[in-house]
């Protein structure tokens, strides 16, 4: 929705951030990715992926926050709200990733 819905509105503007934010939206799954694939073998390395995964997620709402806020006319307020509660609830959910990893981590090493 980001690629779809508000970068070519965007181009109109001079949005410092455009490009970063361009590029947080596609490495989040990239990121989770991956996570997976870390988790297997480097087990740490694959709580640090979802971590930066959970960080890029809080970086889209503060750059959807501030087009929200400056250019706001230009928007439906509805798309924006919904975008910044589907990178919230996105955020949630690889925080239960993590934990769950973290639990099998512990469990892993409590058996050896």
């Known amino acids: 929705m980001v690629t779809k819905d508000i970068l070519p509105v965007l181009k109109e503007f001079d949005y410092p951030l455009k490009d970063k934010m ?3 939206s596609l490495m989040i799954p990239i990121l989770i990715s991956e996570a997976h694939s870390a988790r297997f073998d480097a087990k740490i390395t694959g709580l640090e992926l979802l971590n930066k995964a959970m960080s890029a997620s809080n970086r889209m709402v503060v750059y959807l926050e501030e087009i929200r806020d400056i250019y706001g ?5 509805v798309l924006i709200e919904e975008l910044i509660k ?3 609830y996105n955020r949630r959910k690889i ?3 993590y934990k769950a990893w973290e ?3 512990k469990q892993d090493r409590e058996e050896k």
């Open 22 to 24: 361009i590029e947080c």
């Open 86 to 88: 589907k990178y919230f």
């Open 73 to 77: 006319n230009k928007f439906e307020r």
């Open 103 to 105: 639990k099998f981590d």
């Open 95 to 97: 925080f239960h990733l």
